[in-house]
């Protein structure tokens, strides 16, 4: 059974704190995404990475960083939390290719920034 | 701007009666729409997609519609049953990188009464 999961779901910080979002998978995906979820604004892409150590700007970038060191493992950093950054967080991961795969989505991280 | 747009941010619909979820997209290069469903506290979970190339895909009671003219896609859900109660995404997909890259549409809230 394929699995992503999400160090947290839910978590509390403060303005400023530097905030980090873990994602494991035990499916050996090369593929890994982190997403936001806003009511009325759907998923928004923030980074996501097709390799070990690679990494490509999704549509929302600003205000994030990412780090991807093993495979089966894709960090969401929030350098200097802030109130804006106050979301469902979901992480994701699939195969390559050029057909689509299925990304398999984790349960989620809901950050509330104060 | 927003590339994907579900205008109906909720539906109502009688159990046994069919569903029809709607999603319009503006970038003629994307080469695959898929439809997700999403619980309270879960992540989403894929449900179907459609490539470009294809304007019809069916896979039980669900069939996904693509109008490549009018940039429309559309879920059919028939019979709806109460379980179909969930969020529904539109999502369009790109290729980067070998990663599909997915833009979602702000989601449609499936509400299956018995």
């Known amino acids: 059974d394929v699995k992503v999961t999400q160090s947290s779901r839910y978590l509390v910080k403060r303005t400023g704190e530097k905030v980090f979002l873990e994602c494991v998978q035990d499916?050996?995906?090369?593929?890994m995404f982190w997403y936001r979820q806003d009511p009325g604004l759907g998923l928004r892409l923030i980074y996501f990475s097709y390799d070990v150590k690679m990494k490509e700007k999704g549509d929302i970038p600003e205000g994030y960083s990412v780090s991807r060191e093993k495979k089966e493992r894709f960090s969401l950093i929030l350098e200097s939390a802030s109130t804006n950054q106050t979301s469902m967080y979901l992480c994701?991961?699939?195969?390559?290719?050029?057909?689509?795969?299925?990304?398999?989505f984790g349960p989620g991280t809901r950050l509330t920034v104060l | 701007d927003q590339q994907v747009k579900q205008n109906s941010p909720s539906l109502s619909v009688q159990e046994g009666r069919i569903s029809i979820l709607n999603c319009d997209y503006t970038n003629s290069m994307f080469d695959y729409f898929l439809w997700y469903k999403k619980y309270p506290a879960e992540g989403p979970t894929f449900l179907i997609s459609?490539?470009?190339?294809?304007d019809k895909n069916e896979d039980g009671r669900f069939t996904v519609f693509l109008n490549k003219s009018a940039k429309h896609l559309s879920l059919h859900i028939v019979p709806s049953q109460p379980g179909d109660s969930a969020v529904y995404f539109c999502a369009a997909s790109a290729q980067v990188q070998g990663a599909q890259k997915l833009v979602f549409g702000q989601g449609t809230r499936l509400t299956i009464n018995p």
């Open positions: 459609i490539s470009s190339i294809k």
């Open positions: 994701a991961s699939s195969l390559p290719g050029l057909a689509y795969n299925e990304q398999f």
């Open positions: 499916m050996d995906h090369e593929n």
